[in-house]
């Protein structure tokens, strides 16, 4: 039986590896490009450490998770080919295979970053409504950070490189109907890890705020 000590530490060491030597990555001239290019493959290796370190597997977990990806799908597809939900914009070529305009890697984004708030807004409250609304309020200042080097990084940019005020409030309402559906199905993720991603995270998009 494997030891969940052990995959936990292990995933902490995976999650800090990646995020450590992607900043050095991104800004060395010569392997740039290189890791940019792996930017799915790093969402995608976040999401699956985020679902094995989940305490207790139920087929419930897939329905939850559906939620905030099948949602994140739906509102970016209208966002990218509509100009609805949060602007004007389209997708770069760095977060991969696209489908409607819409790389899929983003929507699993939508589900990582759905989970991982989740566990930190609970800290702060119990009720549904109220961690939902944390979790939103997290994952739209999220947005702030990443919003700065998106266009850099050729993961997406907006109609005349400005972002509007409707990106915001997209982001927001369409984060807490995701928590709403993802948290009434009470999944047990080990938020240690979640915790760990999240700062990750911010740690990675601050260090391009000033570089």
């Known amino acids: 039986m494997i030891d969940r000590k052990f995959v936990r530490y292990l995933s902490i060491f995976l999650i800090w590896l990646f995020s450590v030597s992607g900043v050095i ?17 790093n969402l995608l290796l976040t999401f699956v450490i985020l679902v094995v370190n989940i305490e207790k597997f139920e087929k419930q977990i897939l329905i939850a998770i559906a939620i905030p990806f099948l949602l994140g799908f739906i509102t970016e597809a209208l966002g990218v080919n509509y100009g609805l939900i949060f602007g004007n914009y389209a997708y770069g070529e760095n977060l991969g295979y696209k489908v409607y305009g819409v790389p899929v890697m983003i929507c699993v984004n939508w589900a990582l970053l759905t989970m991982a708030t989740a566990d930190v807004s609970k800290r702060f409250a119990k009720h549904i409504i109220a961690t ?11 947005d702030f950070i990443l919003e700065v080097s998106a266009p850099r990084f050729d993961y997406w940019e907006f109609e005349n490189g400005e972002v509007p005020l ?6 927001f309402v369409t984060a807490f109907i995701a928590h ?9 993720t080990n938020k240690t890890i979640s915790f760990n991603v999240l700062i990750s995270i911010v740690v990675f998009f601050t260090v391009f705020l000033f570089f």
Request: hydrophobic residues 45%; charged residues 10%; proline residues 5%.
């Open 132 to 142: 939902s609304l944390i979790g939103a309020a997290l994952m739209t200042g999220l």
């Open 166 to 171: 409707q990106n915001y409030l997209g982001w």
């Open 180 to 188: 709403l559906g993802y948290q009434s199905f009470k999944i047990k």
């Open 25 to 41: 990555g991104f800004l060395s001239p010569e392997y740039s490009e290189w890791f940019l290019s792996m930017t799915p493959f």
